[in-house]
């Protein structure tokens, strides 16, 4: 008899939310309209113990819906959900994932939700550049257009040692290389989120090194785990968690996962990001979640769940080893991998 064991960062078949109740649900909230509230969340870096998220999510509510369904990605939603990708515990409310948010573009506090209204999504071009064969700009909808999209739960864990669960809905970024074509010279991948100070106040702070930029190496891109997130929630993304497309690496600290990307560029040198630009020894380039290798200032060994403030132990990888230790497989095993 064949006994499967379950992977660490799975969900019973008997927990997850059948497949036909979550597109009834989605259902009623469309024909809902205003009565609901489809929103997100994401990470970055801030104060660690700053939870005013719940309270703001009931002022947040009518006008938050209002915001994505006028997205006109609105319509493609929600998308079929991959069950390959699942968690042990539940999914973070969505009014948390929304008002809860890391974004320094919009400023350094949590609560930014308000301020990123003002971001405006299209149009929205993305420049593919660097070591490609050839040079070119994509409209946002033509790019969702060209994509396979679906939805996958990941954990999500912030490097503030706060985490939460999240569907993600957008594609697998290996799709986007196939689109891209880089070159054999290309041995990293500089992401770039928007700067246009006008609408992100935070931009306005000199002593930050603004564009935010992160980066890969093309082998951590091709992993199956990497992902371009256009929506959460059954939604499109909101603006406060990166619309109107993100990076998604959920085997790294939240900060990774750069929001409202417009420039991919294809390098042969390894970008150095925003915020190991600013603080090197904190956040380095990797920034692998490890439960024993502890940040400068706090421990990594356990994490806070938005939500319900329980406090459970901080894996490995964040639970996706099974995935992704190989690409690291001979590597000087120090911290720096893990920062």
Not at 141 to 159: N, Q, S, T, W
Request: aromatic share 12%; hydrophobic share 35%; with cysteine.
């Amino acid at each position: 008899m064949l006994i499967r064991k379950r992977r660490g960062w799975e969900l019973a078949e008997s927990q997850a939310t059948p497949e036909e109740v979550f597109r009834n649900r989605r259902r009623f909230m469309r024909a809902a309209g205003a009565g609901s509230l489809l929103l997100a969340g994401g990470g970055l870096l801030s104060a660690c113990d700053d939870m005013n998220g719940g309270s703001q999510a009931n002022a947040a509510e009518s006008d938050a819906f209002d915001q994505l369904s006028e997205d006109p990605s609105f319509d493609l939603y929600p998308v079929e959900r991959n069950s390959r990708y699942q968690v042990e515990r539940d999914i973070t409310e969505r009014e948390l994932a929304g008002t809860y948010n890391n974004f320094y573009e919009f400023g350094s506090s949590k609560n930014i939700w308000q301020k990123a209204e003002a971001l405006p999504i299209r149009p929205w071009t993305l420049r593919i550049e660097g070591e490609v064969e050839e040079p070119f700009d994509i409209d946002i909808d033509d790019l969702l257009a060209r994509m396979p999209l679906e939805e996958r739960i990941y954990r999500l864990r912030c490097v503030e040692a706060w985490s939460m669960v999240i569907p993600w809905s957008g594609f697998q970024l290996s799709h986007m290389l196939d689109l891209a074509r880089p070159t054999s010279n290309a041995r990293y991948i500089r992401f770039t989120t928007l700067e246009d100070p006008e609408v992100m106040p935070g931009q306005r702070a000199g002593w930050y090194p603004w564009p935010y930029i992160e980066g890969l190496t093309m082998e951590e891109a091709a992993n199956e785990l990497a992902f371009m997130g256009t929506g959460m929630y059954g939604a499109p993304l909101p603006k406060q968690n990166g619309a109107p497309l993100r990076l998604v690496v959920p085997w790294k600290y939240g900060f990774k996962s750069i929001k409202s990307v417009v420039s991919i560029a294809f390098t042969r040198e390894r970008p150095v990001s925003f915020w190991e630009e600013i603080a090197g020894n904190e956040y380095g380039f990797w920034a692998n979640v490890n439960p024993e290798v502890a940040h400068p200032r706090w421990s990594q060994a356990e994490e806070r769940v938005v939500g319900n403030d329980e406090r459970v132990p901080t894996r490995i990888y964040n639970g996706y080893g099974e995935y992704v230790s190989e690409l690291y497989a001979g590597m000087d095993q120090d911290d720096r991998l893990y920062r």
